[in-house]
């Protein structure tokens, strides 16, 4: 388990106000440098015990743990694998239930407005995924996040919901049972934000990314032409995941249309589609794996 000043550190990194240092550059110096202490150093000058931005983040840490939070940085052991590999790897995961490093999950989007056929649709493929002893992750938004979430407990799987506000709110508020039911039955509740971070125009695209970069791949059960499904698409494509995408998708969007004729997304037309799908993307995925571990061997 990691310090409370070791986790106090990254925290500060994160919150330090610097002019053209985005969150990536702040994760990608902790991974070079693997020591918090000299980041911290290196972008303030020599940090004292004292220094107040040090003493709040060690006050939060510990008021957050104190409430049953879970802290974990991207230089734990713990942290997801897959997810530190992309560049939106937050610099701390802030989580509750059962943290799995090396989680095989596919994320199961879509819109929450979701009409019954595509409620049903995240249901069918929810269960066969956990049937297939692989994770579920969504967003414990309303719609296609709901259903995928329930489909996977009713089946006794595993779930993972990502949130974009902090642990100190539940978005849809509806979903606090839900919420609940995620953790007790041994699946996980995470965001990258502060324990009372709100709603905000960036959370959700931030969320997304977070999701793909967790994830084998992603399905998209459902979408508009500007839904924000779209950017979970994007992600998945941009961080090598794979997309895969039902049919009325690949035909009703035109973004749809466009990953499908480029090759960047597969369309499934079933759920048998969609497993066979993802276990192309593990082979793929774990060969490449080992032909990098050969490299660098």
Same mark, same amino acid.
């Given at each position: 388990?990691?310090?409370?000043?070791?986790?106090?550190?990254?925290?500060?990194?994160?919150?330090?106000?610097?002019?053209?240092?985005?969150?990536?550059?702040?994760?990608?110096?902790?991974?070079?440098?693997?020591?918090?202490?000299?980041?911290?150093?290196?972008?303030?000058?020599?940090?004292?015990?004292?220094?107040?931005?040090?003493?709040?983040?060690?006050? +939060?840490?510990?008021?957050?743990?104190?409430?049953?939070?879970?802290?974990?940085?991207?230089?734990?052991?713990?942290?997801?694998?897959?997810?530190?590999?992309?560049?939106?790897?937050?610099?701390?995961?802030?989580?509750?239930?059962?943290?799995?490093?090396? +989680?095989?999950?596919?994320?199961?989007?879509?819109?929450?407005?979701?009409?019954?056929?595509?409620?049903?649709?995240?249901?069918?493929?929810?269960?066969?995924?956990?049937?297939?002893?692989?994770?579920?992750?969504?967003?414990?938004?309303?719609?296609?996040?709901?259903?995928?979430?329930?489909?996977?407990?009713?089946?006794?799987?595993?779930?993972?919901?990502?949130?974009?506000?902090?642990?100190?709110?539940?978005?849809?508020?509806?979903?606090?049972?839900?919420?609940?039911?995620?953790?007790?039955?041994?699946?996980?509740?995470?965001?990258?934000?502060?324990?009372?971070?709100?709603?905000?125009?960036?959370?959700?695209?931030?969320?997304?990314?977070?999701?793909?970069?967790?994830?084998?791949?992603?399905?998209?059960?459902?979408?508009?032409?500007?839904?924000?499904?779209?950017?979970?698409?994007?992600?998945?494509?941009?961080?090598?995941?794979?997309?895969?995408?039902?049919?009325?998708?690949?035909?009703?969007?035109?973004?749809?249309?466009?990953?499908?004729?480029?090759?960047?997304?597969?369309?499934?037309?079933?759920?048998?589609?969609?497993?066979?799908?993802?276990?192309?993307?593990?082979?793929?995925?774990?060969?490449?794996?080992?032909?990098?571990?050969?490299?660098?061997?």
């Amino acid at each position: 388990m990691e310090t409370t000043e070791t986790l106090a550190q990254v925290l500060a990194i994160t919150r330090i106000k610097k002019r053209g240092l985005s969150q990536p550059d702040r994760v990608q110096a902790l991974l070079d440098s693997g020591d918090p202490a000299t980041v911290l150093a290196d972008l303030t000058g020599p940090a004292l015990l004292d220094d107040p931005l040090l003493v709040q983040a060690r006050q +939060d840490i510990n008021d957050w743990t104190r409430q049953g939070m879970s802290i974990t940085s991207v230089l734990s052991d713990h942290y997801p694998t897959r997810l530190r590999d992309v560049r939106e790897a937050p610099a701390l995961l802030y989580h509750q239930g059962t943290l799995t490093p090396d +989680d095989q999950g596919v994320c199961v989007v879509g819109s929450r407005d979701a009409d019954d056929d595509a409620l049903n649709v995240a249901t069918y493929v929810s269960t066969a995924l956990v049937q297939a002893g692989l994770t579920v992750i969504s967003g414990l938004a309303a719609g296609i996040d709901t259903a995928a979430h329930t489909a996977a407990l009713d089946a006794n799987g595993r779930t993972v919901a990502v949130m974009g506000t902090g642990l100190e709110r539940t978005y849809p508020a509806a979903n606090k049972n839900l919420r609940e039911r995620i953790i007790s039955n041994g699946g996980l509740i995470m965001t990258q934000f502060e324990p009372d971070a709100t709603v905000t125009r960036a959370s959700f695209p931030m969320r997304n990314a977070v999701m793909s970069g967790y994830g084998i791949t992603t399905f998209v059960v459902t979408a508009t032409e500007r839904s924000g499904t779209r950017t979970q698409a994007a992600n998945a494509v941009k961080h090598g995941r794979g997309v895969i995408l039902a049919r009325r998708v690949a035909e009703t969007t035109s973004w749809g249309r466009e990953l499908a004729r480029t090759g960047q997304a597969r369309v499934a037309n079933s759920t048998s589609d969609v497993l066979d799908q993802v276990r192309v993307l593990q082979a793929e995925r774990a060969h490449a794996e080992e032909l990098l571990r050969e490299l660098v061997a």
